[in-house]
């Protein structure tokens, strides 16, 4: 290969990263504009950007114990059949007096999967 073709190459790759950067810091400014005021233009990858960031902050605030307000983890957090989400701490149901009726719902379950059987009566002799 010719070394100037190389040379080239690798100049237009320079330029074509500082026109990415520079189209980067523009959309930036646009954003900081935005937020001062709201004439501004906005592309359309920025508009999913900002609502992802919304959802992400909505998630966040249903990552909080039900009893103890404590922030939970993904690993450590505790969905109750009442629906209450809780720590380790409170995730046992006598721990957050929970309103769900499990019997009623183990009741329900039994009567659906076995269902009563009555035999025919047998005639005596």
Same mark, same amino acid.
């Given at each position: 290969?010719?070394?100037?073709?190389?040379d080239d190459k690798s100049e237009e790759e320079i330029v074509e990263r500082t026109r990415k950067?520079?189209?980067?810091?523009?959309i930036e400014l646009q954003l900081h504009k935005k937020k001062?005021?709201?004439?501004?233009?906005?592309?359309?990858?920025?508009?999913? *950007?900002?609502?992802?960031?919304?959802?992400?902050? *909505?998630n966040s605030t249903e990552m909080i114990c039900a009893i103890c307000k404590r922030k939970l983890r993904v690993s450590n957090n505790f969905s109750c059949r009442c629906g209450g989400m809780f720590c380790g701490r409170h995730r046992h149901f006598d721990q957050h007096s929970c309103t769900y009726?499990?019997?009623?719902?183990?009741?329900e379950?039994?009567?659906? *999967?076995?269902?009563?059987?009555?035999?025919?009566?047998?005639? *005596?002799?």
């Open positions: 290969m010719n070394k100037n073709y190389v950067r520079k189209i980067n810091t523009t001062k005021s709201s004439t501004s233009l906005i592309l359309p990858a920025t508009l999913v *950007e900002t609502e992802m960031v919304k959802n992400i902050s *909505e009726d499990i019997r009623k719902d183990f009741v379950k039994l009567t659906k *999967e076995n269902p009563r059987i009555i035999g025919r009566k047998l005639n *005596e002799f």
